[in-house]
Every structure is written in structure tokens, then in C-alpha cells.
């Protein structure tokens, strides 16, 4: 367990008064955390960074969404539809970040704890992300299907889930599953979220 101060510490563990960082948020209050939250509190610290580096166009998160989203996969093609994003550019980037962010953080837990549907749009809810798998119509069409389909390492992966940026545009479909581990990460497959797209709605 690892005790964090309101006004003493931060997310990055310094102790005292830091001008590095002046987001309000990421400071706690006085309480117990364990190991997890110590590491999303410093994941937190990451996005507040890289916030204060990057400009309002969303595709500048491309570089930074491995130290960002550590949990997530992307497809290799995933931000390829940033671009037809509709919106203001600097709303979009802050909303993509809270969307990944929850993915990142919460989703693998979540998945393993409901199965179903309607509790896990729930608990997205609570945390602000609205989300649902593909209706009957989509399942449906073979063409749609086929484009939600996504290679990962030769894996593949359906990505029906998608996370709603607007109620009726801008998605990042995604899929719960497992990925091979990487060379420092033991013989164990890794549970992960993989991101298949991030564009303005597949056909």
C-alpha cells in the first residue's frame, strides 16, 4: 500500500510543492491506495504531460498512445480515420483521450466482472464513455462485419464494441481479448483491449 498526500505528493511521488504539473485532478485526497492505482495515477500524470506538449489536432496522440495506453493494442491502421473526426480539433483530442483513457484503465476489469451488455454500458456510463457492441442490422451484413474485422499478428479480431465521442458520429471500435507476450513479458498471454479504428462510423 502506498500512502499519497493531497498537498505533500502527486501522481509522480515527488514530495513537496512541483510546477510541473498543474492539473488539479491528479492530485488525491489523503487516503490508501494500492500498487493499481499508484500505477493509474501515474498514468494519469503521462496524459496531463503530453497534454501540455501536443496541439488541438487529435492525430498528434498517435506518438504518445503507447506511454499513454499501455493496455491497449492498436491496429496498425487504427488511426488512419483520424482525419474525418467530426468536431472541434481540440475537444476531439480531450475526448479521445477519456475514451482511450477508460478503455486503458477499466475495460479488461470490467469485462471479467459483467457479461452482459447492458451492466457493462453501464459502468462505462458511470465513467462517462457511451458504448455498445453492433445491432442485429450490422451482424447482419456481411460487408460490415467483414470491415470490422481487424489482423492483429495474425490474430483475428472482431472489434464490434465502439465507444460514441457524439451520440450519432465519431467511434473507436474495440475488442476484450488476449495478445502473445512481448519478449519481457513472460510465456503468459497478456489481456489486453485491441483498438481497431479510430474514425468518423464504419460503413
Known sequence: MVRLKTVS?????RVGACTDC???ALFLEDEW???????????????????RVVGSD??????????MFPALTFHPSA???????????????????????VLNDSVVQLWEMESETLARQSALGAMG????????NTRRNS???????????????????HTKLRPNINRI?????????RESEGDDPIDTVFVGAIVDHLT
Request: glycine residues 12%; negative net charge.
Open 173 to 181: 471500435y474495440f475488442s476484450v481479448g488476449q495478445r502473445p507476450p
Open 33 to 51: 491506495c494500492t500498487e493499481d492505482q499508484k500505477r493509474l495515477n501515474a498514468l494519469k500524470g503521462t496524459r496531463a504531460s503530453v497534454l
Open 58 to 67: 487529435p492525430a498528434e496522440l498517435e506518438t504518445f498512445a503507447p506511454d
Open 129 to 136: 464513455v457511451v458504448a455498445s457492441p453492433e445491432n442485429g
Open 22 to 24: 498543474d492539473e488539479p
Open 143 to 161: 460487408g460490415a462485419m467483414a470491415a470490422r474485422r481487424f489482423v492483429f499478428d495474425g490474430q483475428i479480431v472482431s472489434c464490434e464494441w
Open 9 to 13: 505528493g502527486c501522481w509522480s511521488g
Open 79 to 101: 488511426w488512419n480515420g483520424i482525419g474525418s473526426l467530426q468536431g472541434d480539433r481540440g475537444e476531439l483530442r480531450d475526448a479521445l483521450i477519456h475514451h482511450l483513457g
